[in-house]
């Protein structure tokens, strides 16, 4: 008699539900890398090909500082991970991929994983015949508000450089301002166009080498509002951006002196690594805060979104994995009363804004979108990149994310030499002790 009965009949286990039909008509036949830098940044795209005559999907995997270990994730071993499945079944393969690597999280996974994630939901868009934001249910607003930046040299210029942004259409406007001597953040020219001749760069490549302290830069970001507030009035949306670089107890003591000035929202005050302090910001100022940009793992904004710890949700949408965690991020952050606000530079890639442009429509809880100037050259190569006009970013209305690439005209623009090959640069006291960026 057999163990399990009295039938004389084995029980057979059913084989596991697997989502790849072998008698699925549509199935992932490639998944490409394209590297470009039609303006010096380095992009990273994913293309999605599928047995369907000219069905692909394209994705933003750019993590400029460490381009190549992505390429080499996704080409390596998501490829043969995912050729041969059904495209359609999004949130199985985003899940099967994150835990194919076993120890999974961080920005080479979680960028290879966007690439991916992004194109999928582009072919899905495609073929349903809209564009994604209809998938997630529908249009909220028209646009989505953008903020644009202005860093100037000193108080003037900084007021020229607003007023010039202004005067342009926008509302929302993140200033940054040098300190004297110092390797200040965010300190590098205008944004709406760069100047005749030079090529746009991103904030972090010019930097210059010197050295930084924290103490001026406090002393001197309240007067910085101080001017701004009594020449340009109230009316336009103030931002700034700490960027992690100051001690905690005094960035609590910069909040709180920047309290009068109204801002939209400050950024960064504190790293990830010190992200408890908020805790004890919360309890001493009701500025808005806004954090999240080097955030790659759930365990990092889960905890600060359920404790109410910030107001602007600023994960960078490629550095969680795309669009599938992003959605879900989206309406966590919704049932606590937090605000979208997903990181927009330069090394997001045009891919990357059209993709984060369906979010900023169709969730309730959209907060503000940062973008910069995306110059002609880098549109000419993504063709559909979204349009920002009157203050906003505009979808085009075509199917999947909007977007395209000329591979040919991508070829023409290689990653360029770079110093440390793309390493965000040192930042040191003055003593030389390095200090987070
Ligand atoms: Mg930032």
């Given at each position: 008699m057999s163990a399990s009965g009295t039938t004389g009949v084995e029980p057979v286990m059913a084989a596991p539900w697997a989502?790849?039909?072998?008698?699925?008509?549509?199935?992932?036949t490639n998944v490409r890398t394209i590297c470009t830098a039609p303006d010096g940044v380095r992009l990273v795209v994913v293309k999605v090909e599928t047995n369907e005559p000219g069905l692909y999907g394209l994705g933003c995997a750019t993590?400029?500082?460490?381009?190549m270990t992505v390429v080499s994730a996704i080409e390596e071993y998501l490829k043969p991970f995912l050729v041969g499945r059904d495209p359609n079944d999004i949130e199985d393969i985003w899940q099967a991929s994150h835990l194919s690597s076993y120890w999974r999280s961080g920005p080479v996974l979680n960028n290879a994983l966007s690439g991916v994630d992004m194109a999928l939901w582009d072919i899905k868009g495609k073929r349903a015949g809209v564009p994604v934001y209809q998938l997630f249910g529908?249009?909220?607003?028209?646009a989505a508000d953008v903020y644009v930046h202005a860093n100037g040299r000193d108080v003037h210029d900084l007021e020229d450089r607003v007023r010039e942004v202004t005067e342009a259409g926008f509302r929302h406007v993140r200033v940054q301002m040098e300190v004297p001597g110092m390797a200040t953040y965010?300190?590098?020219?205008?944004?709406?166009a760069p100047p005749p001749g030079q090529p746009v760069q991103s904030g972090r490549l010019a930097i210059e080498q010197k050295a930084w302290e924290p103490r001026p830069y406090c002393r001197q970001t309240p007067a910085m509002f101080e001017h701004l507030r009594s020449t340009l009035g109230e009316e336009v949306e103030l931002l700034h951006d700490v960027h992690e670089r100051v001690p905690p107890m005094m960035a609590i003591q910069l909040a709180k002196d920047l309290?009068?000035?109204?801002?939209?929202f400050l950024e960064d005050l504190f790293s990830p690594e010190d992200v408890d302090y908020l805790r004890i910001l919360r309890a001493q100022s009701s500025i808005p805060v806004a954090i999240g940009e080097l955030f790659v793992n759930q365990h990092e904004y889960v905890p600060l979104v359920r404790d109410r710890l910030l107001d602007f949700m600023r994960v960078h949408v490629s550095d969680i994995g795309g669009l599938t965690p992003a959605r879900k991020l989206a309406t966590l952050c919704e049932f606590f009363g937090v605000r979208t606000a997903w990181h927009g530079p330069n090394d997001t890639s045009p891919v990357g804004h059209a993709a984060q442009l369906q979010l900023d429509l169709s969730v309730s809880n959209f907060g503000i979108q940062e973008v910069m100037h995306i110059p002609d050259r880098t549109r000419e190569v993504f063709p559909g990149t979204p349009e920002v006009r009157d203050g906003a970013m505009w979808s085009n209305?075509?199917?999947?994310?909007g977007i395209d690439i000329d591979e040919e005209l991508a070829a023409k623009y290689p990653f360029p030499e770079h110093p440390f090959n793309g390493a965000w640069p040192e930042i040191r006291r003055t003593d030389g002790t390095v200090i987070r960026p």
């Open positions: 989502p790849t039909d072998p008698s699925s008509a549509l199935k992932i993590f400029t500082q460490r381009p529908g249009r909220t607003r028209k965010g300190a590098y020219g205008s944004q709406i309290e009068p000035y109204k801002l939209f209305e075509a199917p999947g994310l």
